[in-house]
């Protein structure tokens, strides 16, 4: 009888329960069968040594089916550093390097492996990709396999696949959308389009295509007292905004959302005409409120109260986009772009009457994640103002610093609470003009203190919101340029930078902070900050304008570490602090950046864990280029 488990065990086939698990899953099974010819499945017994450093190089690579193998290091009192379940296969870095494991790697609950000899480990790594892959950019794999927090949750509103990030816009179209030519009456049009069925009409004009969808029949075509004589050029879109065929879902979602539009116009390269039209009904199906809609109301609104519903209505948006699998890019591109929208309409509302000279020329700042276009749930205001023109500095000031505050203090009252550093356009030091905004940029250059360069941290991401757009483009080049000259100001930036590292013990666990009285990790000023700060140099060196941390972590050389590991770290840390703002929110308390890693299942460690290696890594590429 006792011996059952290790018969039951041995009779398994190796092969197919390796197919189960990434990377195996896509390697081809005749390769497996051929080079994995002496893998077996062996039970694991709680209390068994697998490994530990006085046994020399391994000679055996596990695969573990089931149970869970603890790491444990001199000095942990008997803590394990790290855990390891079904899945997990170990010990890559040890059978890579041929050295000694550094961790005693113990059975701590009963289960199964397979067991491959290191010589058929190593053929593996030779003859397949995929598996070499795996074995040298881990993190990738494992995003693949498990993000965080993505099993089902009651009550969060879980929409399935619903903005597949893989998933092309070609796979979302529905039938042939209803082409016709500029010329059609719109009576003519409007009784085609109940035949066909649909949203929208591709129209055919002397130069290009148009749209007109079923709203713009109703309201700007067959509602006026002209109906009988309009045709659809007459009332179509011209020259709307289009998107590849092969763009993801979740791209054109973003799309859809930054421009505040319903309907896309679907193209393919190799073809002449469109090859539709997708209708942002489609796209989200389930989800009644989609950000366009959220886009057309707020450009509707005329107060404060209206725009503070709309504003209630983004964690529903983001649950829904959480629990279809999005990563947090586009997430926080569709949330920044209604946080967006909707600072604008304040601006707009609070301006529109303001008696400003016509020649002052004016442009709102935003900064920080807003303007990285990775706002969160937990957010305040970072903003600012230049103006120029032929007035006098401080009579511009005076008249815009009213508009200014009242802008603050409406945006506080929608939910974006006052920036506590005061880091805001009612700010008198933070409302001026193109040229004192120009002085005060060549002293944090060129002196480089360390208030300047926590200004650098906080000015050096910016876009401009609102106002001019060739103004923002003088005052970003005040700095850009000066700073991709100054290697010495960039250098300090990155001793700066060094001096956040990543919460990982030297055993490899977690280290956590204590706060109000509760412990865990700042995912992120320890997350999120060292990606963001590394990125933000890279672009500074570059005088790249790009903003987003993912556009400048592309910008990191593909030598010192593959712009895929980068944002896919960077992505599931971030990702992982907005699903925990979000159950906060759905708890009724207030979203904070403060996660308890015991509170997380054990593939979520392991993913946070490699994730803050991959930060660890991009911090020493930053002391060998600078020298630090």
């Known amino acids: 009888m006792g011996d059952a488990p290790q018969d039951d065990a041995a009779r398994r086939d190796p092969i197919a329960a390796l197919r189960e698990i990434a990377p195996f899953d896509h390697i081809e099974p005749d390769l497996l069968e051929r080079v994995l010819s002496e893998a077996r499945v062996r039970p694991l017994e709680r209390g068994e040594v697998l490994l ?47 050295r000694p494991v550094s961790t005693r790697q113990q059975v701590a609950h009963p289960g199964e492996a397979v067991t491959v000899p290191a010589a058929a480990f190593r053929r593996l790594r030779e003859q397949s990709e995929a598996f070499d892959d795996f074995c040298t950019r881990r993190i990738g794999h494992l995003l693949a396999r498990g993000p965080a927090g993505e099993e089902e949750t009651d009550g969060l509103g879980g929409s399935g696949a619903l903005l597949d990030p893989s998933t092309p816009i070609r796979a979302r179209l529905e039938g042939e959308s209803l082409r016709l030519d500029g010329d059609t009456r719109l009576d003519e049009a409007a009784r085609a389009l109940e035949d066909h069925g649909g949203e929208a009409i591709i129209v055919r004009l002397d130069a290009g295509w148009g749209i007109v969808t079923l709203r713009d029949l109703a309201f700007r075509g067959l509602a006026r007292p002209e109906r009988h004589q309009l045709t659809l050029a007459e009332i179509a879109t011209r020259e709307p905004v289009s998107i590849d065929a092969d763009t993801s879902l979740l791209e054109a979602a973003v799309s859809l959302a930054e421009h505040g539009f319903h309907h896309l116009l679907v193209t393919e390269p190799e073809r002449d005409e469109p090859l539709g039209v997708l209708d942002e009904a489609a796209l989200y199906r389930v989800n009644a409120m989609t950000p366009g809609l959220m886009h057309q109301r707020i450009r509707r609104a005329r107060d404060i109260d ?49 008696p400003l000279p016509a020649e002052l020329d004016w442009c709102w700042l935003t900064f920080g994640s807003e303007a990285r276009m990775e706002q969160t749930l937990a957010t305040d205001q970072d903003n600012g103002l230049v103006f120029a023109g032929p007035v006098d500095e401080q009579a511009a000031r005076e008249l815009l610093l009213p508009l200014a505050r ?4 409406a945006l506080d009252q929608l939910g974006y609470p006052l920036c506590p550093g005061n880091i805001m356009a009612g700010n008198p030091d933070l409302c001026r003009s193109i040229d004192e905004w120009g002085r005060r940029f060549r002293d944090w250059i060129d002196q480089g203190t360390p208030e300047h360069l926590l200004n650098a941290t906080i000015f050096f991401d910016a876009r401009g919101l609102a106002g001019s757009e060739a103004l923002f483009d003088r005052w970003a ?35 956590t902070r204590e706060r109000h009285g509760q412990r865990g990790i700042d995912i992120k000023t320890d997350g999120a900050t060292p990606f963001v700060d590394a990125a933000r140099i890279e672009a500074l060196a570059e005088g790249a304008a790009a903003t987003r941390t993912d556009q400048r972590l592309a910008l990191v050389p593909e030598r010192a570490l593959p712009a895929e590991d980068l944002t896919a770290a960077y992505d599931f840390i971030q990702r992982l602090r907005l699903r925990h703002q979000y159950q906060q929110v759905a708890r009724g308390e207030t979203p904070d950046n403060l996660i308890d890693p015991d509170e997380l299942d054990g593939l979520t460690q392991r993913l946070l864990k490699e994730s803050f290696r991959i930060a660890r890594k991009l911090q020493r590429h930053l002391a060998l280029a600078y020298q630090l």
């Open 306 to 354: 209206s725009l503070a519903i709309i504003r209630q209505e983004v964690p529903g948006i983001v649950g829904a986009l959480l629990e279809s699998g999005s990563g947090f890019a586009p997430i926080s591109r569709i949330v920044s772009g209604v946080n967006d929208a909707i600072a604008r309409r304040v601006i707009a509302l609070t301006f529109e009457d303001a």
């Open 52 to 98: 530990e450093p006085g046994m020399g190089p391994p000679d055996t690579f596990y695969v573990l089916l089931s149970g869970r193998v603890d790491g444990l290091a001199d000095g942990s009192d008997g803590q394990p550093v790290w855990s390891l379940g079904r899945g997990d296969a170990f010990p890559l870095g040890a059978l890579m390097e041929q």
């Open 406 to 409: 009242r802008v603050n203090e």
């Open 477 to 511: 080049a005040a700095w850009r340029e000066p700073a991709r000259k100054n290697s010495r100001f960039r250098r300090q930036l990155a001793a700066n930078a060094m001096r956040n590292q990543p919460p990982l013990t030297l055993f490899g666990g977690f280290r």
